[in-house]
């Protein structure tokens, strides 16, 4: 079992930036890929960011040229670096975590970004 716990979001305004975070604890060991993806209301979750424990990055385009993800495998965290945020990035964030298992969510870390 891996848990995952997000951090990092708040209230913003257009054109801020947030840094968030994901520790994974438990069954660690062999997670491979991590990600994050987000959720508006009424909307369904999307894929934003992904990254490979060698250190392969994919992103959407809506997000490309303003957010970042990285990792720390000694930290077992991984990070979503979010620039020149935009209104419509409002959702819950969500990250998660891929083993031999399956995939594992954390419980989400929300980001509203005012006009």
């Known amino acids: 079992q891996v848990q995952l716990v997000e951090s990092g979001g708040g209230l913003v305004q257009a054109g801020g930036s947030l840094r968030l975070s994901c520790a994974a604890s438990?069954?660690?060991?062999?997670?491979?890929?991590m990600g994050w993806s987000r959720q508006a209301p009424g909307k369904q979750r999307e894929l934003v960011a992904r990254?490979?424990?060698?250190?392969?990055?994919n992103y959407v385009d809506f997000v490309k040229g303003r957010f970042t993800i990285s990792r720390d495998n000694a930290r077992n965290t991984v990070y979503l670096q979010m620039n020149s945020l935009k209104p419509e990035d409002t959702a819950v964030y969500y990250c998660?975590?891929?083993?031999?298992?399956?995939?594992?969510w954390g419980q989400g870390t929300q980001v509203t970004v005012s006009s």
């Open positions: 990254i490979t424990n060698g250190g392969s990055t």
């Open positions: 998660n975590a891929n083993n031999y298992r399956g995939t594992y």
């Open positions: 438990g069954s660690i060991f062999s997670i491979s890929t």
